[in-house]
């Protein structure tokens, strides 16, 4: 029993795991992503998309059923994440501070803990602005009977004082998330152990991209809603 314990509380296991929940989360941020774009447009049809959207997301089953999997590996990824990070503090020597750590790391991997901290509050926040007012909040309906999240959704970011305050959180939010997915990117595929002279440069453009594309396009969406 000992020993079992010791294989599922090793680092290398914790590393795997974080870099299976972090890749398929990289995954539910496109689709997420794409889903958010339809908040944009012309106002009458962007409703009625994103509403659909947001409507089809919470009540398909197979859907629902991965949606609980993303709940988990959020939680799992952030919990697992922070051990991790305490771990590697605690086996890392006194002399580390100063001896040009810059020289040996980005920064990004340096400080995984603190961009994992900021994007959990993120998360939390997020959630219960927009997630907790769709499915317990007050809320009306669009014109094809579904929940006007596209409504929730732009007053918020239009707010005069709390718009601004969550327009400028999110924002910073996207940095933080663009930092974690320049090191987590490729330091998932390096330690499933899928590195090779041909691969991994392509591994390394692909994610240098996604890293720096996807949390700009996510940034974008509430400031184009909020000066339109």
Same mark, same amino acid.
């Given at each position: 029993?000992?020993?079992k314990?010791?294989?599922f509380?090793?680092? $290398?296991?914790?590393?795997?795991?974080?870099s299976l929940?972090?890749?398929?989360?990289?995954?539910?941020?496109? $689709?997420?992503?794409?889903?958010?774009?339809?908040?944009?447009?012309?106002?009458?049809?962007?409703?009625?998309?994103?509403?659909?959207?947001a409507?089809?997301m919470?009540?398909?089953?197979p859907?629902?059923? @991965?949606? +609980?999997?993303?709940?988990?590996s959020i *939680?799992?990824?952030? #919990?697992w994440?922070?051990?991790?990070?305490?771990?590697? /503090?605690?086996a890392?020597?006194?002399?580390?501070?100063?001896?040009?750590? =810059?020289?040996?790391? !980005?920064?990004?991997?340096?400080?995984?803990g603190?961009?994992?901290? %900021? *994007?959990l509050?993120?998360?939390?926040t997020?959630? +219960?602005?927009?997630?907790? #007012?769709?499915?317990?909040?007050? $809320?009306?309906? !669009?014109?094809?009977?579904?929940? !006007?999240?596209?409504?929730v959704?732009t007053?918020f970011?239009?707010?005069? #004082?709390?718009?601004?305050?969550?327009?400028?959180?999110?924002?910073? =939010?996207?940095?933080?998330?663009?930092?974690?997915?320049?090191?987590?990117?490729?330091?998932?595929?390096?330690?499933?152990?899928?590195?090779?002279? /041909?691969?991994?440069?392509i591994?390394?453009? %692909?994610?240098?991209f996604?890293?720096i594309?996807?949390?700009?396009?996510?940034?974008?969406?509430?400031?184009? @809603?909020?000066?339109?």
């Open positions: 029993m000992a020993g314990k010791s294989v509380s090793s680092s $290398i296991v914790r590393k795997v795991w974080m929940t972090g890749l398929f989360l990289c995954s539910f941020l496109v $689709i997420h992503l794409l889903g958010n774009f339809k908040l944009l447009g012309e106002p009458g049809h962007a409703r009625q998309a994103f509403n659909a959207y409507h089809f919470t009540t398909f089953p859907i629902k059923i @991965i949606s +609980y999997l993303l709940y988990f *939680l799992f990824h952030a #919990v994440g922070i051990g991790l990070e305490i771990q590697n /503090r605690a890392r020597p006194q002399g580390y501070a100063y001896n040009k750590p =810059s020289a040996n790391s !980005d920064w990004a991997s340096r400080n995984m603190l961009l994992g901290t %900021v *994007l509050v993120f998360i939390v997020h959630m +219960y602005n927009f997630w907790y #007012v769709m499915h317990f909040g007050p $809320i009306g309906t !669009d014109a094809a009977g579904n929940k !006007d999240l596209y409504e959704v007053v970011f239009r707010q005069p #004082v709390w718009g601004a305050v969550g327009l400028v959180f999110y924002v910073i =939010s996207m940095a933080a998330l663009s930092f974690h997915l320049w090191h987590g990117f490729q330091s998932g595929f390096q330690t499933l152990g899928l590195n090779h002279p /041909r691969y991994t440069p591994i390394k453009t %692909v994610g240098s996604f890293s594309a996807v949390p700009a396009l996510f940034a974008l969406i509430p400031l184009v @809603i909020a000066f339109t």
